[in-house]
């Protein structure tokens, strides 16, 4: 397949705005498509080379690109930069270009090959030879193609879809409808990588999908927990259970293979990203583990032998670093807390209750308070005044609260029920809990804040069954003078020209700048209320959600933009409100 069709595909889905529309468009593409190019094509159509746990990074910044884009062009720099902001972006620039194509269309095989080459670039002058790969490969392109190549390379391609319309188009393409979502939603959720998931279903249709299982390496997607607002209100839920602490620190994956000479480990983040790099000081303990193979959770967090307490996570998120690590492994020492067993020995463990994973977790890791892998302990729940002491008591401790669990409860990956459901101490105002919101786009105040080019920004949350970011607060409360700057420099890094396809928001709310929907944060609110204007939950029927005095409380680097607070949970959160 030319990769000129895919380009024409693509064109054509930033041109509809119906979800129906876009996933029979892929799922036709699909279908024309080989087995190996329909496997590169579901990565194309989320902007990458790869599944998210290999993390892909071409390094090319748009200050590298715009030389490349004049020089194909035969334009100056400073006429690039122009079209830009005209256009929107450089990609639509490169549009417009009109050039001799260097050689036949380039297939959709081909063109990845020589973005895997670009990628893979380094060392010195490597930006001189990427730029000279960059015009060598647009040149072999039509205008239009180019244009989908200079977004991909730099992360803007953004067609306004999640992997999760491409399940859909999967099945569109399968059987004409969505009736294979769930059985092609399990295998992604056990095996995270789109492309495996294409390629499988083009050889060797659903029954090969069904038999596909959970391999060492590829991540799987972590289980989440509702919550409730009291302990009552989670024992008459749910019953006898067990709680366990909620720490305040990163949530791991790990993956181990004994089975060669040389032991594989792997620590995924709870976005799937691959940090194992970050942790060097976990590694030789989790080898340790007299197992073959394994796939438990857990949660890092730094801490203090000094005092013998535990990190607020704005110290423990500064292991999160590509440089220096040694060095802050050992100014930041860690503890990692299992907490759960998903895969040991060759054996899926997702079936088994909790009890029963939590049992062959235990026997893994010996007691000692010197090692830095600890399993986590937890408490058996009858009623809800023990559940509400142990909860005050960990609160005493400086945790964050439990995380209440069914004993009878198997794993579900990539599901968010209330087989876990999470209780976290009250701060001021009487919104139980944060909210993990997307950034919109941002506002240019006045006053004192003109100067900084920002006064306020506009939050989403996420609506799973439509694809799409709805608006829930405008805030502008919660940052220093020096972090209002600092947002802004990340802000106008993701600027667009125009509202991105997949976000929902009233025209009145409209920010001067639009920005991709990527940067998460925490957001603490009073309340809930219902809104004439904001688009979170709003049907013909109903009004939408929205926060009262919310306030920015940090970053939320671990998420993604899809992990964002559901509009199912904040319907969940005004009805808990509401009772209280």
Known sequence: MKFQVVSETFQTIEQTSSRLEMTQLLADLFKKATPDEAEIISYFSLGELYPPYKNLQFNIAEKLMIPVVARLLDIADTQVKVGMRTAGDLGAVVETGMWVQASADLTVSAVYKK??????????????????????????????????????VLGKLRLGFSDMTLIDALSWMEVGDKSLRKKLEHAYNISVDIGLITKTLKEGGIEAIEKMHISIGIPIRPAAAERLPTAKDIVEKIGNCVAQPKLDGFRLQIHLDKTSAQPKVYFFSRNLKDMSDMFPDLVKP?????????????????????????????????????????????????KLFLFDLLYLNGKSLLDDPHEERYTKLKQLVKEDPENPLQFIQEKEITNAKQLEDYFYSLIGEGLEGVV??????????????????????????????????????????????????????????????????????????????????????????????????????????????????????????????KSPTHTAGKTAQELGFALRFPRFMGYRDDKSPEDATTVSELRDMFKHQKMR
């Open 115 to 152: 973005l895997i080459t670009l990628e893979k670039i380094e060392g010195t002058g490597s930006q001189e030879q990427k730029a000279d790969e960059l015009f060598t490969l647009l040149g072999d392109l039509d205008p239009l193609s180019a244009k989908y190549v200079v977004r991909i």
């Open 404 to 529: 209440v669990k069914r004993m009878d409860a198997i794993y579900q990956p990539g599901k968010r029920n209330f087989n876990w459901i999470k209780l976290k101490r009250q701060e001021e105002g009487s919104l139980e809990d944060t909210i993990d919101c997307v950034i919109l786009g941002y506002y240019y105040g006045s006053g004192k804040r003109a100067s900084f080019g920002i006064g306020a920004f506009l939050i989403g949350i996420f609506n799973k069954k439509e694809d799409r970011f709805e608006t829930v607060a405008k805030v502008g409360t919660g940052l220093s003078d020096a972090g209002w700057k600092e947002l802004r420099e990340k802000l106008d890094a993701i600027a667009v020209q125009q509202k991105p396809r997949n976000v929902e928001c009233a025209k009145e709310l409209h920010p001067d700048v639009w920005t991709a929907p990527e940067v998460m944060c925490i957001i603490r609110a009073d309340e809930i209320t």
């Open 286 to 334: 989790i080898e340790a583990l007299d197992v073959d193979t394994l796939i438990c959770e857990g949660e890092a967090i730094g801490y203090d032998p000094n005092t013998d307490t535990f990190l607020p996570f704005q110290e423990t998120v500064k292991r999160k670093r590509k440089h220096g690590i040694k060095e802050a492994a050992t100014e930041f020492p860690l």
